[in-house]
């Protein structure tokens, strides 16, 4: 049984998914007018505060590594910088095969996944959910989201596929709710991800829902935190997407990911279950509490050789840098990689745009002032996410670059990763500035 945790102070399954909405170094990239020179050579070279930020938290021990991918345009294999080993103490390094929990970068791929089958006629950006999962036809919506479960109002409006894209269909998540709602998630088994076999203090063990399809018809008897298209707010959306697209297309969530995205891309890594063959690819994921690092999911034994109780299309993959870098550069080619169509041009610019329906606040939320697309941040011309143990990855469509970082340690808020890459991607960019102006 797989380790389902629920809110503590000290190291709680919110602390352990928060913070999974940043963007990758590439946003940063934007101004540079000179992109293309970048990727001419060694990256390290070209991005020495990047790659001393790399070496640091590996040489130091904070993390046992941290890998990240640049690529330009339709450029076959990305450039890398950084590295460490698969796990602290262990001799193995990562490389761009490495397997790495991707958690949250899993709903940019179910994201355009929705985008194929809207492209294709068979699902409405506006569609009510309800024509597809009858069961969701008349919710109910919390008067308090914090509050008892019995005081709701009906829904004013019917939850779209546009609305479960962009995390505004006024649905919950066990990682975000509060109150009795929280517990009714936990007690229904609506969990977002998983974290470890191992049992920690404190953790409750929740079961998980017996499949997507019963997953989604539990949820659908809990009321909503908000009315549909009023406010965005972190949710379970992208995963009950997973069963809106068995329904429509006839096939199970991860065979249809399967076909219709990873075979096309050249995906190879990338699963709900690693294989046994593979586990020697598979890091280590740890987590960090008062400055100690401790082993929460080792590749030896984890929760990830198992198959999934419900694959979850919000944060249930396993992926390589490599794999992930074929699927940002796939967007990059508006939908073809290798001379390969896996989705039209069309449904990539609308997938990677801002979908927020118009009626929606975000004042207050992670997304203040910027777009939501099929999956993932929307800004400008650039579009990506973040998981939650570390990853990052994002495109940016003016410069036609891909950027991705990949590390594993739990909660992200515990070093300032994310931040000091943003700092040094900053640095390295003006000392390139200033080496092109001075020559």
Known sequence: MSLHVSATPALSRRSLFRHSALFAGGAALASLPFGRQLLAHDVAESWPNVAAMANRYVSERKLANLFLTFGWDQQEHAHTVGGGTLALGKPTPVDENSLYRIYSMSKPITGMATMILIDEGKLGLDQPVAEILPAFRDMRVLVDPAGALEDTVPADRPITIRQLLTHTAGLGYSIISKGPLQAAYNEAGLVGG????????????????????????????????????????????????????????????????????????????????????????????????????????????????????????????????????????????????????????????????????????????????????????????????????????????????????????????????REEFMAAVEADLAAMRAKKKAA
């Open 194 to 417: 998983r974290v470890s076999r191992m049992p920690l203090p404190g953790f409750p063990n929740v079961t998980p829902a017996p499949g997507l399809a019963v997953w989604a018809d539990r949820l659908a008897e809990l009321p909503l935190m908000y009315q549909p298209a009023t406010k965005w707010s972190y949710s379970c959306s992208i995963d009950l997407l997973g069963r809106v697209i068995e329904v429509v297309s006839g096939m199970e969530f991860e065979a249809f990911l399967k076909k219709r995205i990873f075979e096309p891309c050249g995906m190879t890594s990338t699963w709900m279950q690693v294989p046994a063959s593979e586990v020697h690819r598979l890091t280590d994921n740890y987590g960090i509490l008062g400055g100690n690092v401790f082993p929460l999911d080792p590749a030896a034994n984890s929760v990830y050789l198992d198959a999934p109780e419900v694959p979850a299309g919000g944060g249930g993959l396993v992926s390589s840098p490599r794999d992930y870098d074929r699927f940002l550069r796939m967007l990059l080619g508006y939908g073809r990689i290798d001379g390969k169509f896996v989705m039209s041009e069309e449904a990539v610019r609308v997938g990677v745009s801002d979908l927020l329906p118009a009626t929606v606040d975000t004042k207050g939320s992670w997304l203040e002032g910027e777009g939501h697309g099929a999956g993932g941040r929307s800004k400008g011309a650039t579009f990506g996410w973040g998981g939650a143990a570390g990853t990052l990855a994002a495109v940016d469509f003016d410069l036609k670059l891909r950027t991705g970082l990949f590390t594993q340690y739990m909660p992200t808020e515990a070093y300032p990763v």
